[in-house]
C-alpha cells in the first residue's frame, strides 16, 4: 500500500480505477447524491401551488404523483434485467430533466398553465427518473458487494437522502433564494452526473476485499461528516442571513466532501495495483500468482444473471410451472415465486403502511410548519432537518441491522418494526404538538422514514436472492405509492381542506373569496396523524410477523454462499 506510482504506470493505473470497482461505487455514490430530488418537494410545493391557484387536496394529488413515480419502479427493473446498465441511467436522465422542465415552465410562467392531470404527469415521469438511478447504481453495486449489501444499501440510500440538503446549499449558492430555480436545479444537475458516469457503473465479478467492512466504514465516516456539515450549515442559515459569497462557500464545502470518498476509492485501487505486481517483486510467493488473472477478469467480464454454475444447470422451467415450486429462502426465486409469497406479502403489507404513512409526513411538513405558525425561513429548515436524519435513519439501519445479522443473528425485520414503533413517536408530536416540538417530530420522521428504505431492500435481497433483484426490489417498494394516496391524498388532504373550510366558514367567508386554501392552528393536522399513528403501529405488527417466519432462515450463515463464489485478492 505505501508503494508510489511510477511514470510510466500512471497511465495503466488510471485505466484499471476507471475501470474497478471501487470507482463505480465512488460514481454510484454521486448519481445516489442527485437522486433525491423527490425529498425537496416539501420546498417547493408551496411554490406550485400559490402560482398554479391549488388547494391541498389538489397539491396532495400532485405529491401522490411524485411518489407513484418514485416508487413504481418496475418498468425501470424489467429493462434492467435485458438492457445494459448504461442504457437504465440514461433513460432515468432523459426522464428526470423532461420531467422536472416541464414543471419549471409551467411555474415560471412559460407555457400556458397546465391541467392538473398534466402538472401530475410531469412529476410522476420526473420523479420516476429516481427509479432507474436505484436499479442503475444501487442495484449494481449490491451485486459487486454482495456480503456487504447492508451497509451498502445503508451508505447509497444515505446519500439520497443526504441528496435534498446537498442540492439546497448548490441551489443557493447558484441561485439564491428562489424556489423556482430550485425545480430547474433538480431537473439538470442529477441528469448531468448521470450522463458523465454513464459507462463508469456495471456489474463485475464479486472479489473477496480484505478488510473491506473497514473501507466501507470509513466511507461512512465521510458521509457522515457531510452530514453534521449539512445540519450545522442548515442551522447557521437560519440565524444568520447569509450573503451570496458565504452560500457560495458553504457550497464549495458541501462539493469537497461529497467528493472524498474519491481518494478513499484510489487508495483501495492503489492497493490492488501493488498486490497485483507483488509476484513479479517476489517469484518465488508463486501461490499468489493466480490472482492476476482473476483481478482482471473481475474489472472487465460483465456478470450473468444467476449462479457461477449455469453450465452445469439443467434447462430451467417456465417461471408459471415453477411458481408453486419455491426455492429454499436466501436462493435464487423466480419473478412470479417472489411475488405470490406471503413473505413478499407480509413485507407489502408493513411497506404499505410504513412508508405510506411516513411520505405523508414529509409531503405535508412544508404546510405542517404554516399552519403552526412557523415563518417560512423555518419551514425550510425543517425540510432539510428530514432529509438529513433521512441519511442518519438509512445508514444506521444499514451498518446495525449489519452487523446484528453477522454478530447476533438478529432477523433484519426486526429492526424494521422498531423503526416503525419510533415512526408513531413523531406522528404524536404532530398531532400533538408543543413548543418547538416540530422539530424534534421533523428528526423522528426524517430517521424513521429513511430507515425503512435499506431494511425493505436488503431483506427482499436475502429472502428472495439477487438472479432478479433489480424487479423484485422495486416491486417491493410498490406499495409506498398506494399507501401515499389512501393516506395523504384521500385522508389528509380531504381532512386538511374540511378544517380550512370550518375556518373560513368562523369567518363568514367562502371558498371563492380566498385565492389559496389554508388552516392555521394545531387543529389542522390532529386527526389525520392521529390515524397516522395507529395505522404505522399496525405496520410493526405485521413485521413482527415476518421477524417469526424468518427467524431460523436468519440463524444460518446467509452470506456462505457468496464467500465460497467470491474470488480473493
Known amino acids: 500500500m505505501g508503494r508510489g506510482l511510477k511514470g510510466n504506470e500512471l497511465l495503466p493505473f488510471t485505466v484499471q480505477f476507471l475501470r474497478g470497482r471501487w470507482f463505480a461505487l465512488f460514481a454510484s455514490f454521486l448519481i445516489m447524491a442527485g437522486a433525491g430530488a423527490t425529498y425537496l418537494f416539501g420546498t417547493y410545493s408551496k411554490e406550485i401551488k400559490a402560482t398554479l391557484d391549488y388547494d391541498q387536496t389538489t397539491l396532495n394529488l400532485l405529491g401522490f404523483s411524485k411518489d407513484l413515480g ?10 434492467a434485467e435485458v438492457t445494459p446498465t448504461w442504457f437504465v441511467l440514461l433513460v432515468g436522465a432523459a426522464l428526470n430533466f423532461g420531467g422536472y422542465f416541464m414543471i419549471w415552465l409551467a411555474v415560471t410562467g412559460r407555457i400556458a398553465k397546465p391541467k392538473v392531470w398534466q402538472m401530475c404527469i410531469y412529476i410522476c415521469i420526473g420523479a420516476n427518473s429516481q427509479n432507474f438511478a436505484n436499479t442503475g447504481a444501487l442495484v449494481t453495486s449490491v451485486k459487486n458487494f454482495p456480503e456487504s449489501r447492508g451497509s451498502m444499501l445503508g451508505l447509497l440510500k444515505g446519500y439520497t437522502g443526504l441528496s435534498g440538503a446537498v442540492m439546497t446549499q448548490i441551489y443557493l449558492a447558484v441561485y439564491g433564494n428562489d424556489s423556482k430555480s430550485l425545480i430547474l436545479l433538480i431537473g439538470w444537475l442529477p441528469a448531468a452526473i448521470s450522463v458523465i458516469f454513464v459507462y463508469t457503473i456495471r456489474t463485475m465479478k464479486p472479489v473477496r476485499h480484505p478488510n473491506e467492512i473497514r473501507v466501507f466504514y470509513q466511507f461512512l465516516s465521510a458521509s457522515i ?33 461529497v467528493f472524498s470518498p474519491l481518494f478513499i476509492s484510489v487508495r483501495e485501487e492503489l492497493l490492488i495495483w501493488n498486490m497485483q505486481k507483488h509476484p513479479i517483486d517476489s517469484p518465488m ?54 411475488l405470490t409469497s406471503l413473505d413478499m406479502w407480509i413485507l407489502f403489507l408493513a411497506t404499505f403502511c410504513g412508508l405510506g404513512a411516513s411520505l405523508t409526513a414529509v409531503d405535508n411538513l412544508g404546510q405542517i410548519g404554516e399552519s403552526l405558525g412557523y415563518p417560512n425561513k423555518t419551514v425550510t429548515s425543517f425540510v432539510s432537518l428530514v432529509s438529513i436524519w433521512n441519511f442518519f435513519g438509512r445508514v444506521f439501519s444499514g451498518f446495525v441491522s449489519e452487523t446484528l445479522i453477522v454478530k447476533y443473528k438478529v432477523p433484519r425485520p426486526l429492526m424494521m418494526t422498531l423503526v416503525l414503533l419510533l415512526a408513531c413517536i413523531g406522528y404524536l408530536l404532530v398531532a400533538f404538538p408543543m413548543p418547538g416540538s416540530l422539530y424534534v417530530a421533523s428528526i423522528i420522521i426524517g430517521f424513521s422514514f429513511g430507515a425503512q428504505l435499506p431494511l425493505i431492500f436488503a431483506i427482499i435481497s436475502e429472502l428472495f436472492g439477487l438472479k432478479y433483484y433489480s424487479t423484485l426490489f422495486n416491486c417491493g417498494q410498490l406499495a409506498s405509492p398506494l399507501g401515499s394516496y389512501i393516506f395523504n391524498v384521500k385522508l389528509t388532504g380531504f381532512l386538511y381542506d374540511r378544517e380550512a373550510m370550518k375556518d373560513l366558514a368562523k369567518k363568514g367567508l367562502t371558498r371563492s373569496s380566498v385565492k389559496a386554501l389554508t388552516c392555521i392552528g394545531s387543529h389542522c393536522y390532529r386527526l389525520p396523524f392521529i390515524i397516522l399513528t395507529f395505522v404505522t403501529f399496525f405496520g410493526a405488527l405485521t413485521s413482527l410477523i415476518l421477524v417469526v417466519r424468518t427467524r431460523n432462515y436468519y440463524r444460518s450463515d446467509i452470506y456462505k454462499k457468496f464467500r465460497e463464489n467470491a474470488e480473493s485478492l
Open 70 to 79: 418514485a416508487n413504481v419502479g418496475v418498468f425501470s427493473g424489467l429493462i
Open 225 to 257: 461528516l457531510l452530514a453534521v456539515f449539512l445540519m450545522l450549515i442548515t442551522l447557521t442559515e437560519k440565524l444568520v442571513t447569509f450573503s451570496k459569497a458565504a452560500y457560495a462557500g458553504a457550497a464549495t464545502v458541501v462539493c469537497f466532501l
Open 285 to 338: 510467493e508463486i501461490t499468489v500468482d493466480k490472482s492476476t488473472p482473476e483481478i482482471v477478469e473481475s474489472k472487465q467480464v460483465v456478470s450473468m444473471p444467476g449462479s457461477p454454475k449455469q453450465g452445469d444447470e439443467k434447462v430451467e422451467k417456465s417461471c408459471f410451472l415453477t411458481i408453486c415450486d419455491r426455492p429454499e429462502r436466501g436462493e435464487d426465486y423466480t419473478i412470479f415465486q417472489a
